[in-house]
């Protein structure tokens, strides 16, 4: 069974950049392909950008394409989001997510999470 941990939330103005980090312990973290997704508050949890296990492949959601980057490192057992010109729209829990299944935007086919990290991005 992996864990995952994200880290690296904060606070950061419209324009900002902040990166995300998601470490996997336990578990084969090559074996899954992982995502991002986020949660804002009265609202369904919504796909961010997922990877698959060798990083080959990438999809996004068309309002963050060209803005953020999904990457990973599986000698580091983690998996990155890297967020450049953030706006306030993008105030959210971020969610890591660990998918044996193939490369999906659906939280369904996600089997394990973290815990989240809050990102608010002030006007």
Same mark, same amino acid.
């Given at each position: 069974q992996v864990q995952l941990v994200e880290s690296g939330g904060g606070l950061v103005q419209a324009g900002g950049s902040l990166r995300l980090s998601c470490?996997?312990?336990?578990g084969t973290f090559s074996a899954y392909n992982m995502g991002?997704?986020?949660q804002a508050?009265?609202?369904?949890r919504e796909f961010v950008a997922s990877i698959t296990t060798?990083?080959?492949r %990438?999809?996004?959601?068309?309002?963050v394409k060209g803005r953020f %980057?999904?990457?990973?490192?599986?000698?580091?057992? %983690?998996v990155y989001l890297q967020?450049?010109?953030?706006?306030p729209e993008d105030t959210a829990v971020y969610y890591?997510?660990?998918s044996a299944r193939v490369l999906s935007r659906s939280p369904d086919n996600y089997f394990y999470w973290g815990q989240g990290t809050q990102v608010t991005v002030a006007s």
């Open positions: 470490a996997a312990s336990r991002w997704f986020r508050p009265g609202k369904q060798g990083g080959g %990438t999809l996004y959601v068309d309002s %980057t999904i990457s990973r490192d599986n000698a580091k057992n %983690t967020m450049n010109s953030l706006n890591c997510g660990a």
